[in-house]
């Protein structure tokens, strides 16, 4: 195991952060800690960094007990959300500033930083100050500065959540690839499950300060733990007392076995694919489905139709 | 696995006790002790001696003069202050960053050489046929002088960050000129208005160096408190000086109070 | 109309306050040409009085900047009691009368003390001497390094401290190398504006240095000294020194002050 936390406990003041966090993170994984804000996800990413002290409990790095080291001393690179780029050094001295704490000779420096530099995509602007960069720009030169050091772990802290919705994109795909080349273990924090599901193989999900749970991106999306994260996961809709994913649900004219009679109550259509919202028994619920299927069923406010889950559909029993 | 460690929060506070402690230690040695020991000394002969101290014709006239004074100097920088901080915000004209550098002048300037200069322009061999020196109206030339920069500088930034759409809004509802300013502008700016006359009062009071030259430091007339703690001092009588310097820290304290709550009142008020 | 009336009230004002009165003294002091100028700023107690001025402003704008700079982390970086008492103390000084500071020290560190009685005892003469007026210029000046440092440190925020930190950085390698350069202009605003006052001061050093030419006579007590003793042309000379220094002070505060950089480029 790269990183193993035991019984961590952490309070700001008299508000509980993180309670009785146990974890353990695969050496060259690629871990995302999902969860709302204010579930405790920076806090955790911080006491592994040793950015913060726990209260009690143990963090293991590498099967080294870190505890009680300084995040000087931990080897582990750290990402923040909002790059703290050293501004008064060029993007090549930033990304050197860990080798020169090291007093690495100045032409294996050199070497390394440009290969970094090249793997970032930075390597023409290797002179520029950080205040010349766009935020995806400083956002790899972080990540470039991070790895200079060839940490044993890279914790990266809401990477992208600075960034406007295309260069996210663009940047999680690059992760990926890049994590796929470089394979550091690496543990990133973010509130958005789509990011999480698309970039990680691992996902904690964190609320209330707790592991509520842990699997591959998969496994928490299809049996997800507890109507929560079911909910942070993807869509929900309420079918029969259960919790179900709206695609997981069957629409049709005729009654069929299992099924209930619903009246649709509006069709909305969102490029190729069609949210039904109908009403059953008093309750609001919705479907998805594609277009060519709505189109086919020929649906209009008023309709009586049938709907059931599908055959396998994971669905949730909500405790009434 | 199932070792616990527990420890309380404490990670700087290593570093925070050492840090802390030099910076107390030497907060103490140069500025809380010694200022300690004037009012312990002021009150070394029981308060009747104090009493008496402060009382005497000549420290009672320098007291009355000085606050006196200060408070006449304060309200004119109200005033000044504030229209030459309107004046380098809303104002154009060449020279007015020049303007607004020079402002900062009293801060920098030696106060002995700020006597000096106004005796230069103002006393016996004024070029402009003024004569100041050896009068009251020197010593608040003086004060005038050192004090000048403190309003200016208070509400200049909030004059700045002044959003000039609420004027727009209150044009467009009707108000004139001298109602934009008298129920828009001034409500905002009385706060920052308010803590820089505390400032230049608090200064004023304090005064010596350029008050030495200009006033003469004739006792009844022109001597500043600052200047008969001086004399007081000079001639070994080192607790009457402390009761008078007691007085002038009790002054500036209670001025300084009252800015902390202005303040407070200013922040409050957004 | 309104508005011309204001700029030259606010004009006239600056003028005559300011400007005029210190027009006049350098218009006197090189009115017969440099000559009068140079040989009465080369005596040798004009001499000496410069160097007096410069051992005690320098010691006090080291001690300064190195206090200030050290608080100003403390204030903004660290957490503990008594905080706020701590920033309120520090602008204490700022409240206290020169002669009112000369005369503190006297009763602390004077010889008829018991602390200034013992450190006779051991050779060291602080009051009339050259510690007590390092002392009192400390006093006055003792706000402005952190005032200066304290609101650049809040804006820069810790986390770029914290990222050197997790690169392997030492807490003095982090200090050397991220914070300084992260205030290094608001610093050097803050100790111009320290030496202007530390060379400048003049009321508190009037006290505790005895005023004994040619001995603890700094530059500012040389101006007064000499115009008592009605040799006008070394006091204008002195003081028109005094001034072009104020003058230079104020321009590199221009040059220097935090809100006027955009960024440390």
């Known amino acids: ?320 | 696995m199932t070792a616990i460690t527990v420890r309380p929060v404490r990670r700087p506070a290593g570093g925070t006790a050492a840090g802390l402690g030099v910076a107390v230690l030497y907060l103490s040695l140069i500025v809380l002790i010694p200022l300690a020991a004037v009012v312990w000394r002021s009150a070394d002969q029981g308060p009747g001696y104090f009493w008496r101290s402060v009382t005497t014709p000549d420290a009672w006239a320098a007291l009355t003069l000085t606050i006196g004074a200060s408070a006449l100097v304060a309200l004119i920088n109200l005033v000044m202050g504030t229209a030459i901080a309107w004046v380098l915000v809303r104002d154009r004209f060449p020279g007015r960053a020049v303007l607004d550098t020079i402002i900062d002048l009293p801060f920098a300037l030696p106060t002995i050489v700020a006597g000096l200069v106004l005796l230069a322009l103002y006393g016996p061999q004024s070029p402009l046929g003024i004569n100041l020196a050896y009068s009251r109206a020197g010593v608040v030339l003086a004060l005038m002088f050192v004090t000048l920069p403190f309003v200016v500088r208070t509400v200049q930034p909030v004059l700045l960050e002044l959003d000039t759409e609420m004027e727009q809004a209150a044009a467009s509802l009707g108000a004139g000129p001298f109602q934009i300013f008298r129920r828009v502008i001034l409500p905002n700016l009385i706060p920052a208005m308010l803590s820089g006359t505390a400032l230049a009062f608090t200064r004023a009071i304090a005064e010596f160096g350029s008050t030495v030259l200009i006033s003469g430091n004739l006792p009844f007339k022109t001597q500043v408190a600052a200047v008969n703690i001086f004399g007081q001092i000079e001639s070994d009588n080192t607790t009457g000086a402390a009761a008078i310097s007691t007085v002038l820290l009790a002054v500036a304290l209670v001025a300084l109070i009252t800015l902390d709550a202005l303040q407070r009142w200013g922040s409050r008020r957004g | 109309m309104a508005k011309h009336v204001l700029r030259l009230v606010a004009v006239a004002y600056v003028l005559l306050l300011l400007v005029l009165p210190v027009a006049v003294i350098i218009w006197r002091t090189f009115g017969d040409g440099l000559g009068p100028f140079v040989e009465a700023m080369t005596s040798p107690s004009a001499v000496h009085a410069f160097k007096v001025t410069t051992v005690v402003a320098g010691w006090a704008v080291v001690l300064n900047t190195v206090f200030g700079v050290g608080t100003a982390l403390l204030l903004v970086r660290h957490e503990f009691p008594g905080k706020r008492l701590l920033g309120a103390l520090i602008d204490l000084p700022t409240a206290v009368s020169p002669v009112v500071v000369g005369l503190a020290l006297i009763l602390v560190y004077g010889r008829f003390s018991p602390v200034g009685g013992l450190l006779e005892s051991w050779g060291i003469q602080v009051i009339f001497s050259t510690p007590g007026m390092v002392l009192a210029t400390v006093f006055v000046a003792l706000p402005l390094v952190v005032r200066a440092v304290v609101p650049v440190l809040e804006e820069l925020g810790d986390e770029q401290e914290q990222a050197a930190h997790t690169l392997g950085a030492s807490r003095l390698q982090t200090f050397v190398r991220i914070t300084l350069p992260g205030i290094r202009w608001a610093l050097g605003y803050g100790v111009v504006l320290c030496l202007a006052r530390s060379l400048g001061e003049y009321g508190a050093v009037a006290v505790v240095s005895g005023r004994l030419v040619d001995q603890t006579q700094t530059l500012t007590l040389f101006v007064e000294e000499r115009f008592q003793n009605f040799d006008q042309p070394a006091a204008f000379a002195a003081a028109t020194t005094l001034a072009l220094i104020a003058v230079v002070t104020l321009l590199l505060t221009k040059l220097l002050r935090p809100k006027d950089r955009s960024d440390g480029n």
């Open chain 1, 1 to 320: 195991m790269a990183i193993e936390i035991r019984d961590v406990n952490k309070s700001f003041g008299t508000t509980p952060v993180l309670r009785d966090v146990s974890l353990d993170v695969a050496a060259g994984s690629l871990t995302a800690l999902l969860g709302p804000s204010g579930g405790g996800k920076s806090t955790l990413l911080r006491v592994i960094a040793g950015l913060e002290r726990p209260d009690t409990g143990t963090v293991r790095i590498s099967g080294v007990d870190a505890t009680r080291l300084s995040p000087q001393r931990r080897n582990v690179g750290f990402v923040f959300q909002h790059y703290a780029a050293f501004k008064h050094l060029t993007v090549f001295r930033n990304v050197a500033f860990g080798l020169e704490i090291r007093k690495r000779p100045k032409a294996e420096i050199r070497k390394r930083v440009m290969e970094l530099l090249e793997l970032v995509h930075l390597e023409k602007l290797a002179d520029r100050y950080p205040s010349q960069l766009s935020g995806g720009q400083r956002q790899r030169m972080a990540l470039a500065r991070a790895l200079a050091v060839e940490p044993q772990v890279l914790l990266l802290d809401e990477p992208f959540g600075a960034l406007d919705a295309q260069v996210r994109k663009e940047l999680r795909a690059w992760l990926r690839r890049l994590h796929d080349e470089v394979h550091v273990t690496t543990v990133f924090v973010t509130h958005d499950q789509e990011e999480a599901i698309e970039v990680a193989d691992t996902i904690v999900v964190l609320a209330g300060g707790e592991v509520v749970q842990t699997g591959s991106p998969v496994e928490v999306y299809d049996n997800p733990a507890n109507p929560f994260v079911m909910r942070f996961l993807g869509p929900v809709t309420e079918l029969g007392g259960s919790l179900v994913r709206p695609h997981d649900i069957e629409i049709s004219q005729d009654p069929v076995e299992g099924g209930s009679p619903a009246v649709v109550s509006r069709v909305v259509r969102l490029g190729f694919e069609a949210r039904v919202e109908v009403e059953i028994d008093g309750r609001e619920a919705w479907v998805q489905v594609t277009r060519e299927q709505a189109d086919r069923l020929g649906l209009e406010p008023g309709d009586t139709v049938h709907v059931r889950p599908l055959p396998g559909a994971r669905s949730l029993a909500l405790a009434v």
